[in-house]
């Protein structure tokens, strides 16, 4: 690709002491059978080999820019939005995998439906040695998103999305880089573009990316933190729209509200922290006492039984 050539896509990676799966990250890219990208690293802060790994990769498609420590993906990936020069936004972690076929994929869903925004497939999650554990679907996706996304929980993501940059750049929409969304910001970014109903999102049936299970990932190196700020932003939408004082939905919010409890029950069993994990599960059946999956969780928690997902 010619230096001065304005790219299609541009690829977005935002990592963060990534040093161990990083270069695989960008090899799964430059394999891409659709050739017309750049490739954006923005490594917030790592403190590790990132740097070194990234650079060992000689590609003029390649560009690496380090910034001091935001501790928020949402500020890396914002920032590599806005150096971005495709007609295209892929957003990838510096620890998941793209499959050869990908980029063709999707490219080939725009043009054959222009009118689409937004691009995602599912994701198949993997363990030790690479072994499959189980695969992710996002869609199919129905015309109230906002409602799925809401009621169901996130069903979109990274890895998975590709998008029109207008979006960003003409729209204004952005990831919020609030840091009580730390987790959670691309599952907030979501819900605002699905709730105005201006966009439109594409499900893609085919697992087109692989992400690895670690308990150095964000998520599970960050139970807590996410499991409070997925319920700061349930309840923050639930407030906007007024359904905090609707009764009818009373058991609808408790219910939902308790299987982010039972989640953060879960990342904790998966890292067998199982006194922290009992906390999680007792604390989703007082929220909604009729769930078997959290009495469930609970006494395996209790008797030091992995349940081996998240």
């Known amino acids: 690709m010619q230096k001065d050539k304005t790219p299609l896509i541009s690829v977005v990676i935002s990592a963060y002491n990534k040093g161990n799966f990083i270069a695989s990250t960008i090899e799964s890219v430059l394999r891409q059978t659709a050739g017309d990208f750049e490739i954006i690293v923005i490594d917030d802060g790592s403190v590790d080999n990132t740097r070194e790994q990234t650079l060992k990769i000689k590609d003029g498609r390649i560009k690496y820019f380090y910034q001091e420590p935001s501790g928020l993906p949402a500020c890396a990936r914002n920032r590599g939005i806005e150096r971005a020069r495709g007609r295209y936004i892929a957003l990838l ?10 980029l063709e994929k999707v490219l080939s869903v725009f043009s054959e439906n222009p009118g689409t925004d937004v691009v995602c497939h599912d994701l198949m999650v993997t363990g030790e040695n690479a072994k499959v554990i189980r695969r992710t679907h996002y869609g199919p996706y129905p015309e109230d998103l906002y409602g799925k996304l809401l009621w169901e929980g996130n069903c979109l993501g990274i890895t998975m999305a590709v998008l029109k940059k207008e979006i960003f750049c003409t729209h204004n929409f952005w990831f919020d880089e609030d840091e009580r969304l730390f987790c959670v910001e691309d599952y907030d970014f979501w819900l605002r573009l699905a709730e105005t109903g201006k966009f439109s999102f594409f499900y893609l049936p085919e697992a087109l990316a692989e992400h690895p299970v670690s308990e150095e990932g964000i998520v599970l190196s960050n139970v807590k933190k996410n499991t409070i700020n997925s319920l700061h932003l349930f309840d923050k939408n639930i407030k906007r ?5 609707d009764f009818a939905r009373r058991n609808l919010i408790r219910k939902r509200r308790a299987s982010m409890m039972r989640s953060g029950g879960l990342s904790y069993n998966y890292r067998r922290e199982y006194r922290k994990s009992l906390i999680w599960f007792a604390k989703s059946i007082r929220e909604y006492p009729f769930s078997k999956n959290s009495y469930a969780g609970f006494l395996l928690s209790l008797f030091r039984v992995r349940l081996g997902k998240v």
Not at 93 to 102: A, C, L, S, T
Not at 241 to 245: A, P, V
């Open 93 to 102: 972690d510096g620890d998941d995998r793209w499959i050869p076929e990908k």
């Open 241 to 245: 729209r007024g359904y905090d004082t």
